[in-house]
């Protein structure tokens, strides 16, 4: 049976689009969704076969460059990655030929844009006649940028990024429904019904949940000061423009000690995995070259600073900028916490998140940690088949071609839907369900401290012993430090206890 990428091709099939330009044109790309057209039709024109989409005969284009280009274009999603290597390798001369051929056809000028964005390189044609301009992704099929005309091409540039770092954002039903639940809306409205003591209280217990969780989702339980630190810059997150000295800033915050792990981009190799019993590398993940950094964080910003000024939903802006990010992974030490510092950057810079609270979302990342992993995999697993490596005498790694497309382009849906999921669990529970505690915690202590005079610490303790103890005050306890109280003053405080925590 006739095989792409490791996936059998459906019986009775040709590869089309994508698939198809991958193949004849020997293109260093994951083709993640591939296509293929019948030689029978099919009732209702496609149909899904995991993971292929298979097209009824009509559909069937010319095997040529133009032919299986105009198919991808119309039919299958944008995959910039795929694109920009084809647009590449392929000889230049068909592509002029394929625009000339037809000057005003859709694809055509679409191809042409794309390859002057994507390659930096100019085809050996004349400006576009003035033609109604088009969009260069559809609006109704991904969220966009505000559009820039190109007038050589009278294509209109809404791309996220630019040609240095474009990530791609399908518009799917679930994060339409996402936006339209108004979560920043929500979360001030909470805080607007509640006392500013109490708010602040809450704000710093979800701002040391959220810093604990980001260091455990590393497998690190650090001391108290250094969480604290990592809190207080995270809290500033948002009060400077996301430049690279600002990244660094924040790296230096997290990586105090630099005695083992270089200050700033790294100047070597990195990856995620195990080792085998000689301790060399088996990575599941490779970072970008160092080489290459520069060049790709510089990328990165511009996005990010395009996506801000064109409004895009700040969720969204927040996936797509922290992802990025971590797919990168430009430092030896700290990039996953950086990556999700730069969710609460995006967010507090777009004024999502309420003036000095930060949503934890670490908390829902180390909750729902298998389903965190699967969206970081999600697009850095499919790479890994394209990036060649070589162990080097320290037992790193050392990639041996050219990598860099393979971090500027992604499609960040998947993504934005699990970081929009964190979000809507931080508004809708976590923030609400704190300040809950917070009152009925406040309520218990009053009525504690009513029944039996005694000094606020020791309050604090028995309410957490009583707590923590399914509302009975533990008899080791109830033996030591509270001996004094009367069996009937126990009996009363557990009562209390209950009855503030009913519910909860």
Not at 68 to 88: G, M, P, S, T, Y
């Amino acid at each position: 049976m006739p095989i792409f990428q490791e996936q059998t091709i459906p019986t009775g099939a040709r590869l089309a689009g994508w698939s198809w330009l991958v193949e004849a044109f020997g293109v260093s790309a994951p083709v993640r969704h591939p296509a293929c057209v019948s030689t029978q039709h099919l009732a209702g024109s496609r149909r899904e076969a995991r993971p292929w989409t298979l097209y009824d005969k009509r559909y069937q284009p010319e095997n040529t460059l133009a032919g299986h280009l105009a198919f991808a274009l119309r039919h299958e999603n944008i995959d910039l990655l795929v694109l920009k290597r084809l647009l590449h390798s392929a000889p230049k001369g068909e592509l002029e030929t394929m625009v000339r051929a037809t000057p005003a056809g859709i694809p055509s000028r679409k191809a042409w844009f794309f390859y002057e964005t994507l390659t930096g390189r100019t085809l050996d044609i004349d400006d576009a006649p003035r033609l109604p301009a088009i969009n260069a992704l559809d609006p109704k099929r991904y969220f966009t940028g505000k559009p820039r005309l190109s007038r050589r091409h009278q294509v209109r540039d809404n791309l996220l990024g630019t040609g240095g770092f474009s990530p791609v954002i399908r518009r799917t039903k679930t994060l339409t429904d996402l936006i339209q639940l108004n979560l920043s809306t929500k979360a001030h409205e909470t805080i607007g019904r509640t006392g500013a003591h109490l708010m602040a209280r809450a704000a710093s217990f979800l701002l040391l949940a959220d810093s604990r969780a980001s260091f455990e989702i590393e497998g690190e339980r650090p001391p108290r000061n250094r969480l604290e630190r990592w809190a207080r810059a995270v809290l500033q997150a948002g009060n400077h423009p996301l430049t690279l000295d600002e990244v660094l800033r924040l790296h230096r915050v997290l990586i105090e000690d630099t005695r083992f792990v270089h200050p700033g981009l790294r100047p070597d190799g990195v990856f995620l995995g195990e080792r085998d019993h000689n301790g060399d590398p088996l990575p599941e993940f490779i970072g970008a070259r160092p080489g290459d950094l520069d060049g790709l964080i510089a990328g990165l910003l511009e996005a990010n600073r395009r996506m801000r000024e064109d409004s895009l939903d700040p969720v969204l802006k927040a996936a797509a900028t922290a992802f990025g990010f971590v797919y990168i992974h430009p430092f030896q030490d700290g990039n996953g916490r950086m990556h999700r510092c730069l969710i609460h950057h995006v967010l507090a810079e777009c004024r999502f998140t309420p003036p000095g609270i930060v949503f934890p979302v670490s908390s829902v990342m180390l909750d729902r940690i298998d389903d965190y992993r699967a969206t970081l995999q999600a697009h850095s697993a499919p790479l890994m088949p394209f990036i060649e490596w070589r162990p080097t005498l320290d037992r790193n790694i050392e990639v041996l071609n050219d990598t860099a497309d393979l971090y500027r382009f992604f499609d960040c849906t998947e993504q934005a839907v699990f970081l929009y999921s964190c979000v809507r669990r931080t508004v809708e529970h976590d923030l609400p369900r704190e300040i809950d505690y917070l009152r009925r915690h406040d309520d218990a202590i009053r009525r504690i401290m009513n029944t039996v005079e005694m000094p606020d610490r020791l309050a604090e303790d028995l309410l957490t012993f009583i707590r923590q103890n399914d509302g009975s005050l533990p008899k080791r306890r109830r033996e030591t430090e509270f001996r004094q109280l009367e069996d009937a003053e126990v009996s009363r405080i557990e009562a209390i206890v209950r009855d503030a925590f009913q519910g909860f």
